[in-house]
């Protein structure tokens, strides 16, 4: 596993905390994936101007022989098992995974982007990221700045400790 990669999870319908729970086994089940460290669950509020429940939001740090298009694609896999539904832009949804870090790739394709495009204006990512990124990682003070800079302006609380 010599690829280091940072996933965000999110979920606002159902039992988000099971979903979460239940998608981070999955995501270790998998050959090609071993999960390193799991942060806190947050709860956050939602983004964008859509009428809908708060998320329950968390990062994952995970190992990976996966190249970031085919881990991308096992992400797509298991949003569709859990009956991720894509309606609305930024709308309720009972699970959303996103890669944020792989490595220190930079990368822009038309499927993806990392570091994820919106990730330096979420503190509902950078928080969570904080409890799993290594201090010695290249975009370490670039996400630390990032959060210290959006500290107070998005609602975000722990819910649980990191396990």
Do not use: C
Not at 8 to 14: A, I, K, Q, T
Not at 23 to 28: F, G, P, R, S
Not at 117 to 141: A, C, G, I, K, S
């Amino acid at each position: 596993m010599h690829n280091i990669a940072y996933i965000g999870l999110g979920s606002n319908m159902g039992n988000s905390q099971e979903t979460l729970t239940q998608v981070i086994a999955d995501l270790d089940a998998n050959p090609d994936i071993q999960v390193l460290a799991r942060s806190s669950l947050y709860r956050t509020d939602p983004v964008g101007n859509v009428d809908q429940d708060q998320f329950v939001n968390a990062v994952i740090k995970i190992g990976t022989t996966l190249t970031p298009d085919a881990l991308l694609h096992v992400l797509h896999e298991l949003e569709q098992k859990y009956h991720r539904v894509r309606t609305v832009h930024w709308g309720p949804r009972t699970l959303d995974l996103d890669i944020e870090l792989y490595n220190d790739v930079t990368l822009q394709t038309q499927a993806l982007d990392i570091p994820h495009r919106e990730m330096f204006n979420r503190l509902f990512v950078l928080v969570p990221l904080l409890d799993v990124l290594d201090p010695m990682h290249p975009r370490y003070q670039q996400v630390t700045q990032a959060a210290t800079d959006l500290a107070g302006q998005q609602y975000i609380a722990k819910i649980d400790a990191t396990s």
